[in-house]
């Protein structure tokens, strides 16, 4: 028996200004029925050119060549436009990554569903609505009939991914390609969306290609995983075989910089593979990972590696044996894996450098033209404080106020209500530049947090420009030697950013950040956008300047592994609210607040075969504009009694370092 | 050390260490849009100043003698008028070339002083937004309500028409396209993160607006700039034809387009002379435009 779709040394070439580029070289896999294909990689890989390339939906002026491509018995390479066409409303349906725009905001959810198969299937109106109502209860949503007459924007991202994945089954299709299906989700939303997408699967028997940049993602909900490298797969194989044991350096090195929870001391530095992930542009001789290899020798470039059997179905592309290649020697380089002492020898005294009392904002919010303004609060009555030499992570979902107040911390947005403490003063009473002479940032997006019409080196110098810091040729200087310390070329001071990769950008972003000497830094999602092998670099770079320079970060982040890797205390806020404070240990072993629990467990760690375990929060985040009474998480709560709808809890110390808020264990201590 | 070499020649390869500047050099050599609008703008603004070098004739002395000789390339023509004469007997090269003096003055000063106008406007709205954008899109939809041309006609007539009257009155009237569009991209970078980061490393409002968001906008303005050039010429032309822009005898490309309106049928060659001169200096506008803005973009264009 043939499998149902058969991808044989698949590549791509794209036409560019200057030559052509192969995008996707030798690529080949198969899926099956009920069987989930995991492909894996970082940006720049080929991932979502290949799948792009079975969809057809590759712009002009690329060229698709393969032995075979093939889905159930059709031939995808020779097929008609009109074929491919009617085979991706029909066959192959796809799921993108951002439900706020595969989602047409001005037709009605009824109208986008129904559509698709009154054209295809030529059915009536009202047989298309009984489907997409009974398709859209079946992916968990309910009042399902009066949703089709909703709009997109009246929906939250999770309903709308599921909106989006209910429309794609409206046809019976037989090959289901989930392109990042979760990526733009929130990680509690994250975990329904991925067991609901394997649950149809094994219900509707489809085959399914899920695409992602997240080793725990792809390791827990796929059978057969393809690792991608620079437009190659450089190791397939059974997703557990290949997890467990990986036996090309690429994807040693990846697993390794994964931080897993429990798994690293804290403060201990991360392994992470050096060098960059390589432009495609580049004319490859042989290995295309020889550059960042920690085992590279003279037949790395002797030609084109092939894939390599390592028994059981699994292959991999290198010219060593697989025994040669699991003796031990560590995939990471030695000054990147660190001695794990980063975090020692820091003094930690107890006096705040920074504190927030009792602050709080509130936003006003038009809805319409001619409503009132109503009251938002971002930040609800928060007080924190920053103690010399901590890692202090806020945590939480999107929406839940770490942004505002990180920005209320950094002095760019004033509290509506408290205030802010730097140093022993109000910050509103201090300038500009006494502010920020103490109290840095570096920003979650290395693409828009760097001007692209000023150069590396401007860019760097600019705050010692604004403070009026020595000559220019000091300054020169100066940045000189931190671009250094961060790890940047002396040769991009005259590179624009768009010339940079992200980690580089960053990199830059950092440097520009030091080179006022702070004594805080709030970092705002600092990895968020990065892949995973250079979030290990720029983690281990925090950690080592923190050491160096005595810093105290703060930190604000989505990403659970990231905290337990390098805080020292975390917050965790809900709707505007801190509804736990632990230090870092005790809130990994012991969390306490219902919530807190499920952040915990909607972690996902690369482990084969372990299925996504079930968050059940119920209904989705509430909307800050209306949050619900009492304390805020009730709606959510599997505990949640009379006494959380009418009474908000307050923050009770459970220890000397560990705080929550929540009327269960209220009732516990009383 | 074998992978360091590696990544150092891989880098190499990548970047180019030039200053800025010498990367804007090295672009301008090889882009032809721009070394040709250049070229253009800047042999018409250097006739335009020395016209009395170049003009072979008095633009203003009429031969009704000579009057519509054709230029020298058609029948009947000769090289004491190459480009011919117009109704009146005058020199059409002449007039060509003092003509320049007006149209270009008027194109870039009209053009530039709505710049000014429109992009401070759009930064203070955009940037502060709440009441002063409201302030500022009202006045907008004011100025959109208004018939320009009627404006500017009552505007020219009780000022008295002279070339600077022209060009403060035609300035005033077009600010509102840098206008819109400078207060969209306001809006849309002031959120962006590296405003944020400039104002944590200690940028006030002044230096934040005219350090990173101005900047920024360069590219936009130059398209809008080369094409309200062209607006305000032809602006320019349509008040001189109806007597209120530039009064005769002096020479204009506009008024000269507008004066053989009535002969454009049997002498076409006077509409088409200053017509041809217009088209070419709106072109070289609009090439040396997109030439700066591809030479100063960061980002090099395929």
Known sequence: MTALLEVQDMSVTLKLAEGEMTAVQDVSFTV???????????????????????????????????????????????????????????????????????????????????????????????????????????????????????????LSGGLRQRVMIAMMLMNDPELIIADEPTTALDVTIQAQILNLLKDLQKELNIALIIISHDMGVVARVSDKIAVMYAGQVIETGPVSDVLHAPVHPYTQGLLESIPVPGQIEPGGA??????????????????????????????????????????????????????????????????DAGDGSYGKGINMDASPVLQAIDAGCTFQVKQGMFSAAKPLRAVDNISLDLRKGEVV?????????????????????????????????????????????????????????????????????????????????????????????????RSFYYNYPNQLSGGQ????????????????????????????????????????????????????????????????????????????????????????????KALLKSVLTPEPGAGVPSVDLGTAYPNPINPPS????????????????????????LSTTHQSACHMLEEEMA | MQTTANAVAAMADDIIDLTPKERMIRKAKSHLGFQFGAFIVISFALIAIFAPLFAPHDPYVQDLAKRLVPPVWAEGGSWEHILGTDHLG??????????????????????????????????????????????????????????????????????????????????????QYYMVVTRTLTRQIRSLEYVSAARSIGSN??????????????????????????????????????????QPPTASWGLMIAEAKTMMYFKPYLVVIPGAALFLLVLAVNLLGDGIRDITAPESRN
């Open chain 1, 32 to 154: 099956d029925r009920g069987e989930t294909l995991g492909i894996v990689g970082e940006s720049g890989s080929g991932k979502s050119v290949s799948s792009m390339a079975i969809m057809g939906l590759l712009p002009r002026g690329t060229r698709t060549d393969a032995t075979t491509l093939r889905l159930g018995d059709v031939d995808l390479l020779s097929a008609s436009e009109d074929e491919m066409a009617r085979m991706r409303g029909n066959k192959i349906a796809m799921i993108f990554q951002e439900p706020m725009t595969s989602l047409n905001p001005v037709y009605t959810i009824g109208r986008q569903m129904t559509e698709l198969m009154q054209l295809h299937k030529g059915v009536s109106g009202a047989q298309a609505r009984a489907r997409a109502v009974d398709l859209l209860e079946k992916v968990g949503i309910t009042a399902a009939e009066s949703r089709l007459s909703q709009y997109p924007h009246q």
């Open chain 2, 205 to 246: 409002d002044r230096q934040v607006l005219f350090y990173e968001i101005l900047p920024n906008l360069f590219n936009q303005i130059i398209v809008v700039f080369s094409l309200e050039m062209a607006v305000v010429i032809i602006h320019e032309a349509s008040l001189s034809f109806l007597g209120v822009g530039v």
């Open chain 1, 393 to 489: 992570a806020v945590v939480g979902e999107s929406g839940c106020g770490k942004s505002t107040l990180a920005r209320m911390l950094l002095g760019l947005q004033e509290p509506t209500a408290g205030k802010i403490i730097l140093g022993g003063q109000d910050i509103a009473g201090l300038s500009d530049m006494e502010r920020s002479r103490k109290l840095q940032s570096i920003f979650q997006d290395p693409y828009s947090s760097l001007n692209p019409r000023r150069t590396i080196g401007e860019i760097i110098r600019r705050p010692l420009h604004l403070h009026g810091v020595g000559n220019v040729a000091e300054q020169r200087a100066k940045v000189d030697t931190i671009m250094e310390r961060v790890g940047l070329p």
């Open chain 2, 90 to 175: 005058r020199d059409y090269l002449s007039r060509l070339i003092y003509g320049a003096r007006v149209s270009m003055g008027v194109g870039f000063g009209a053009a530039t002083l709505g710049c000014i106008i429109g992009v401070t406007i759009g930064l203070v709205a955009g940037y502060l937004g709440g009441r002063v954008d409201q302030a500022a899109s009202f006045l907008l939809t004011c100025q959109l309500a208004l018939p320009s041309l009627l404006l500017a006609m009552a505007l020219v007539f009780f000022v008295g028409s002279s070339v600077t009257t022209l060009i403060v009155v035609l300035g005033v009237l077009h600010w």
């Open chain 1, 630 to 653: 009492g304390c805020t998480f009730h709606p959510r709560c599997e505990f949640a009694s009379d006494i959380c709808k009418a009474k908000a809890p307050v923050l009770e110390s």
């Open chain 1, 270 to 335: 991360l392994g992470s593979i050096p060098g960059l992930v390589p432009s495609l542009k580049t004319r490859f001789k042989g290995c295309r990972f020889a550059n960042r290899c920690q085992r590279v020798h003279d037949n790395c470039q002797q030609g084109p590696v092939a894939l390599q059997e390592a028994g059981s179905g699994q292959a991999y592309r290198c010219v060593l044996t697989p025994a040669q290649l699991r003796d031990g020697t560590p995939s990471l380089s030695a000054r």
């Open chain 1, 505 to 596: 950008r960053q990199r830059v972003a950092i440097a520009r950040a030091l080179i006022l000497n702070p004594e805080i830094v709030v970092c705002d999602e600092p990895t968020s956008a990065l892949d995973v092998s250079v979030q290990a670099q720029i983690l281990n770079l925090l950690l080592e300047l923190r050491a160096e320079m005595g810093l105290t970060y703060l930190l604000i982040t989505h990403d659970m592994a990231v905290v337990e890797h390098i805080a020292t205390r975390v917050v965790v806020m809900y709707l505007g609210r801190v509804v736990e404070v632990a230090d870092t240990h005790t809130l990994f072993s012991n969390p306490r607040h219902p919530y807190t």
